[in-house]
């Protein structure tokens, strides 16, 4: 495609040669990617992409200045030195602005600087092969151009190029110049309507309707929906709200018309949960993606009746509800009840957001278990804490009655409560605890017995324990807006309510935080290089400020073709 579009308006030969430097600039990249422990894959063929038009260019401009003094009469030796000659630095130094422009990539952190890496790398490379391609092994092929005998497919597009270029000339000449000269005589007015568009576009990206995310979501194949239950539920009343949202995950399916979607339905009941999961086909074979099923299946369960916590997950396979959440929050305090409190404020103040449709933490992601403390009647008995944890783990657990050998191995005899009274949690309260006097006590009467869950792992940094909560944010488009407002607000007033509290962004946030902060410093580095570099090529300190003007405008375009696809602005 690149030869053919060359072609008509360059000669086919020349066409050939420059764009024979593509694959020569890319094989003399591969040659030195093992130096730098960069191997081909994915995000290296990405590199090369990027790196594809700027080469193509390296060599356009060399090759279409040679062809310029070849159309003024030159030979093809006299035109290949003279042209490349008279483009040498001005390439040279756009090679080299092109690469400090890259280098920014090399300084980001985590997981960012694993993924991404190498692109700055191969791209750097590709810039190097194609300098020495284009200034010396070019014009080389070019010099010695053999145009005696054309063959029929060179006389096809010496035609066409002719016709192509009678239509360029016109285009230039009653299009391009006469509108060019109309902006040059209204300098002001260009520069203010060029500088409000900018304004207006950029405006549009920072107000948060595009959406922000560090990474591309990847569509997993699963969407879930569970029901939180009490430990106190029967086995029954699980199996009727089992049945329940399986009905509806069926209607949901009939009523949006999924069938081709769904391959298959798995129900499971939990300690503390009744789960249906719903298995989707590829991506690419469905019309719905993974969320908006997900949205689908909320919204039609809206008819079930409240029988619990119900929550939806669109999340890949293996994947937890805090990794995958909209928004992530991290509250540290060394204070464990402080900083409970703290986090029962936190998911109220998100709750009450009209983005947020679900929340999650991991306070939320242990097992429930039976808290019991002491009250005055049981201290008055002579129990203590340790006495009580004894006998409850006696009771439950079993307490040693023998060992013996049996031969290499060893045998453990426990003796505890039999299987339908400790496996019954309506009968824990009635569980009786020996006191000091040789008498029995009901436990609920010696000790206060609170049900609570507990932590599916706790996480500790310099001392302060820290707890993660999760919002899942729709549209994704509101999560900028929403992560503002937890900034303005909720992050100041947990602050002054729970002294020595400190909120912080976790999951993406974080890394876009991080990454954002490191890439900041890296581009002024480049910036000034970029200054630097053209200051010498003009030979002057004002000449490089008006051409680096034009980069601010290049994201205006990067914006509007965002918006044009419907895509959200992503880190990478």
Not at 66 to 94: C, D, N, R, W
Not at 204 to 213: D, L, Q, T, V
Not at 462 to 481: M, T
Request: proline content about 4%.
């Amino acid at each position: 495609m690149v030869l053919i579009i060359m072609s008509l308006f360059l000669q086919f030969k020349l066409a050939f040669w420059v764009v024979a430097g593509i694959p020569s600039s890319f094989l003399g990249a591969i040659l030195f990617l093992p130096t730098f422990d960069v191997s081909i894959n994915m995000v290296s063929m990405f590199g090369f992409i990027i790196a594809l038009g700027i080469v193509v260019d390296d060599a356009i401009i060399a090759g279409e200045n040679i062809f310029s003094h070849i159309q003024e009469g030159m030979s093809y030796q006299e035109a290949a030195i003279k042209g490349v000659s008279e483009v040498a630095k001005p390439l040279t130094y756009a090679i080299l602005t092109n690469i400090v422009a890259f280098l920014p990539l090399l300084l980001l952190p985590g997981s960012m600087k694993l993924l991404f890496g190498a692109i700055p790398i191969v791209v750097v490379l590709c810039f190097a092969v194609s300098w020495v391609e284009a200034l010396f092994i070019l014009p080389s092929h070019l010099a010695h151009i053999n145009d005696k005998h054309p063959s029929k497919i060179e006389i096809w597009f010496k035609k066409t190029q002719q016709k192509c270029h009678l239509k360029l000339n016109h285009f230039i000449e009653h299009v391009y110049l006469p509108f060019l000269n109309k902006c040059l005589k209204r300098p002001a007015l260009v520069l203010c309507i060029a500088c409000f568009i900018f304004c207006i576009v950029l405006a549009y990206a920072f107000s948060g309707k595009m959406g922000f995310s560090l990474y591309p979501k990847m569509d997993g194949r699963w969407v879930k929906a569970s029901y939180e239950i009490s430990s106190s539920s029967t086995e029954q009343q699980a199996i009727v709200l089992r049945a329940r949202l399986a009905t509806n995950a069926q209607s949901m399916i009939k009523a949006y018309e999924l069938q081709s979607s769904v391959v298959s339905t798995r129900s499971i009941i939990r300690d503390n949960s009744v789960e249906v999961a719903l298995l989707l086909v590829e991506s690419e074979e469905r019309e719905f993606s993974t969320g908006q099923i997900k949205e689908f299946w909320r919204e039609h369960a809206k008819s079930l009746p409240k029988a619990g916590k119900l929550r939806f997950s669109g999340a890949r396979r293996g994947s937890s509800a805090i990794s995958t959440a909209s928004l992530t929050i991290e509250l540290r305090h060394s204070d464990s009840q402080i900083l409970a409190l703290a986090w029962q404020d936190a998911v109220e103040f998100l709750q009450s957001s009209e983005n947020v449709v679900a929340t999650v933490n991991t306070m939320e992601e242990g097992k429930p278990q039976w808290k019991l403390t002491l009250n005055e009647n049981g201290r008055a008995l002579g129990l203590d804490a340790s006495e009580l944890a004894a006998q409850m783990r006696a009771s439950l657990y079993g307490v040693r009655a023998q060992r013996q050998h049996r031969l290499r191995n060893q045998v453990t005899t426990l003796v505890r409560l039999p299987l339908h009274e400790r496996g019954d949690v309506n009968k824990i309260e009635s569980l009786l605890i020996r006191t000091k006097t040789g008498g029995y006590a009901p436990l609920g009467s010696v000790a206060t017995i609170k049900k609570v869950l507990a932590p599916g792992f706790i996480l500790r940094r310099k001392g302060q324990r820290i707890e993660k909560i999760g919002a899942e944010i729709l549209p994704e488009e509101s999560i900028p807006a929403v992560a503002q407002m937890v900034k303005n607000y909720l992050v100041p007033d947990l602050e002054w309510r729970y002294p020595g509290i400190k909120v912080v962004f976790g999951g993406d946030q974080e890394e876009i935080a991080n990454s954002v902060s490191r890439l900041q410093l890296g581009t002024g580095f480049a910036l000034a290089g970029i200054y630097i570099l053209l200051a010498i090529a003009f030979r002057s300190y004002s000449q490089p400020i008006v051409i680096m003007a034009i980069i601010p405008f290049g994201a205006v375009g990067a914006i509007l073709g965002a918006y044009g696809l419907r895509f959200r602005l992503e880190y990478c």
